[in-house]
């Protein structure tokens, strides 16, 4: 049956993918089992050698689905401001090819913007761990718990990221990973093209989810978090650049040439040139390329603290397991010539916060660390329906055993976050959020 059209749509949701048709197939499938409808989807192609034609055939006579492709492969940024453009949903998201919504997530999401009206919206997401490189052999055992929704500071989230007192991927604060951004997050049509207008393109390199962010914090004025996972992202080892450029010096130079950069010259463009390693660095650059393109807002009014984030730059050096061509000792010498332009206090603090990283502590909102009984083992099988129970009746968190039968693969991943979280939040008392449809 066709889906029903709709003027305008509630959300546009905008896959920007790049060889990788395998995913793009079971991303597709998760969108069309959805309980709402009014949404569209934007699929743009950036594959230079295994294109997703294929896999968005099922969907060519939906009208809610719209497949699209550059004339020449862009980079990141680029492509990611072309997919964009295509969208015209009162609310946008940009989602990998590596996430899998779960059946209720836009219905979840419209009864909320009725309910709790916002500019942005963030929501938790889980892990799906393949094994072996094989999409239907994979782990999952629900991570995060349901809580209420809750309204959060778009100041005071910007404030947090600009001042690096924690690093930028920090367990303890793992529920704010996705606060502001477009990843795991969407928000207002209308304040997406207000950021464009006042940014230019809000993508940049090195890092376009986290301009976005620093864009989309600094033109919002109420933001919410759903307090649910509504989608499993799925790991694999080799699926993710982010992780690549963060081990691998090689990569990152070859991310860089994508954007007419070499590593000489982007070193020197850093917030502290010669040290250039690691997320942190890059995040942090493009935090400050973002402070110098604005006009108004509170980003104007911060300031990054680079005491802190050389603790993580400390830090990320010791992640690196390929030098390439450069020097490690190098890296070290730029980063000892840092540290000594701080005071004998300042020096002992930063090392103190660099060595404390190694000491994390979970985050409380995961289930196995959110005060329940913990288990050494896990009954088998564990149906959502008895986990949940288990949880949130009985107050103890079995072993975290892979849930799933053997070959159960992404799909029956989804549709066991689904129940899981739909039963947890009954016995919770948390509303679902998705009691009606549309």
Same mark, same amino acid.
């Given at each position: 049956?066709?889906?029903?059209?709709?003027?305008?749509?509630?959300?546009?949701?905008?896959?920007?993918?790049?060889?990788?048709?395998?995913?793009?197939?079971?991303?597709?499938?998760?969108?069309?089992?959805?309980?709402?409808?009014?949404?569209?989807?934007?699929?743009?192609?950036?594959?230079?050698?295994?294109?997703?034609?294929?896999?968005?055939?099922?969907?060519?006579?939906?009208?809610?689905?719209?497949?699209?492709?550059?004339?020449?492969?862009?980079?990141?940024?680029?492509?990611?401001?072309?997919? +964009?453009?295509?969208?015209?949903?009162?609310?946008?998201?940009?989602?990998?090819?590596?996430?899998?919504?779960?059946?209720?997530?836009?219905?979840?999401?419209?009864?909320?913007?009725?309910?709790?009206?916002?500019?942005?919206?963030?929501?938790?997401?889980?892990?799906?761990?393949?094994?072996?490189?094989?999409?239907?052999?994979?782990?999952?055992?629900?991570?995060?718990?349901?809580?209420?929704?809750?309204?959060?500071?778009?100041?005071?989230?910007?404030?947090?990221?600009?001042?690096?007192?924690?690093?930028?991927?920090?367990?303890?604060?793992?529920?704010?990973?996705?606060?502001?951004?477009?990843?795991?997050?969407?928000?207002?049509?209308?304040?997406?093209?207000?950021?464009?207008?006042?940014?230019?393109?809000?993508?940049?390199?090195?890092?376009?989810?986290?301009?976005?962010?620093?864009?989309?914090?600094?033109?919002?004025?109420?933001?919410?978090?759903?307090?649910?996972?509504?989608?499993? +992202?799925?790991?694999?080892?080799?699926?993710? /650049?982010?992780?690549?450029?963060?081990?691998?010096?090689?990569?990152?130079?070859?991310?860089?040439?994508?954007?007419?950069?070499?590593?000489?010259?982007?070193?020197?463009?850093?917030?502290?040139?010669?040290?250039?390693?690691?997320?942190?660095?890059?995040?942090?650059?493009?935090?400050?390329?973002?402070?110098?393109?604005?006009?108004?807002?509170?980003?104007?009014?911060?300031?990054?603290?680079?005491?802190?984030?050389?603790?993580?730059?400390?830090?990320?050096?010791?992640?690196?397991?390929?030098?390439?061509?450069?020097?490690?000792?190098?890296?070290? +010498?730029?980063?000892?010539?840092?540290?000594?332009?701080?005071?004998?206090?300042?020096? /002992?603090?930063?090392?103190?916060?660099?060595?404390?990283?190694?000491? +994390?502590?979970?985050?409380?909102?995961?289930?196995?660390?959110?005060?329940?009984?913990?288990?050494? /083992?896990?009954?088998?099988?564990?149906?959502?329906?008895?986990?949940?129970?288990?949880?949130?009746?009985?107050?103890?968190?079995?072993?975290?055993?892979?849930?799933?039968?053997?070959?159960?693969?992404?799909?029956?991943?989804?549709?066991?976050?689904?129940?899981?979280?739909?039963?947890?939040?009954?016995?919770?008392?948390?509303?679902?959020?998705?009691?009606?449809?549309?």
């Amino acid at each position: 049956m066709q889906a029903e059209t709709f003027d305008v749509p509630f959300i546009s949701l905008v896959i920007p993918t790049r060889n990788r048709p395998d995913l793009v197939e079971y991303c597709l499938a998760c969108i069309a089992r959805q309980t709402f409808t009014r949404f569209e989807v934007i699929l743009s192609d950036n594959g230079t050698n295994k294109l997703c034609d294929e896999q968005f055939q099922p969907y060519r006579t939906d009208p809610r689905f719209r497949y699209v492709r550059p004339e020449t492969p862009f980079n990141m940024c680029r492509h990611w401001q072309f997919a +964009v453009s295509f969208a015209r949903g009162d609310y946008i998201t940009v989602l990998s090819e590596k996430f899998m919504l779960r059946p209720d997530a836009l219905l979840i999401l419209f009864n909320l913007t009725q309910r709790k009206p916002a500019d942005l919206y963030s929501w938790q997401f889980e892990r799906y761990e393949v094994s072996d490189n094989d999409l239907l052999n994979g782990h999952y055992h629900p991570l995060m718990k349901p809580v209420a929704v809750s309204e959060y500071s778009t100041r005071g989230e910007l404030q947090r990221r600009l001042d690096f007192a924690t690093p930028t991927f920090y367990r303890p604060l793992r529920h704010k990973t996705s606060y502001g951004k477009l990843y795991s997050g969407c928000v207002k049509r209308i304040v997406l093209e207000q950021a464009m207008q006042h940014f230019g393109n809000i993508f940049q390199p090195y890092s376009p989810d986290y301009t976005s962010m620093v864009a989309l914090l600094n033109e919002s004025e109420t933001a919410v978090d759903v307090g649910q996972s509504l989608m499993l +992202v799925v790991f694999a080892s080799g699926i993710s /650049t982010g992780e690549a450029t963060k081990v691998s010096l090689n990569v990152t130079k070859n991310y860089c040439l994508e954007y007419a950069d070499d590593i000489p010259d982007f070193t020197q463009r850093t917030l502290f040139p010669g040290a250039w390693v690691g997320h942190n660095s890059f995040i942090a650059y493009d935090y400050y390329v973002m402070q110098q393109k604005a006009r108004y807002g509170p980003i104007r009014d911060l300031t990054i603290n680079r005491a802190n984030l050389l603790s993580w730059l400390i830090t990320d050096l010791a992640e690196v397991t390929d030098w390439a061509e450069y020097d490690e000792q190098g890296f070290k +010498v730029a980063i000892s010539r840092y540290l000594a332009q701080y005071s004998a206090q300042q020096q /002992t603090e930063i090392l103190q916060r660099a060595d404390a990283l190694s000491q +994390v502590a979970p985050c409380l909102r995961e289930i196995y660390h959110s005060g329940l009984v913990k288990l050494d /083992t896990m009954p088998w099988p564990m149906p959502a329906k008895l986990l949940a129970q288990t949880h949130w009746q009985h107050g103890k968190a079995p072993a975290r055993k892979n849930v799933l039968a053997k070959d159960g693969g992404i799909l029956a991943a989804v549709d066991y976050c689904y129940h899981y979280n739909q039963l947890s939040c009954k016995l919770l008392g948390i509303t679902p959020q998705s009691d009606t449809n549309d």
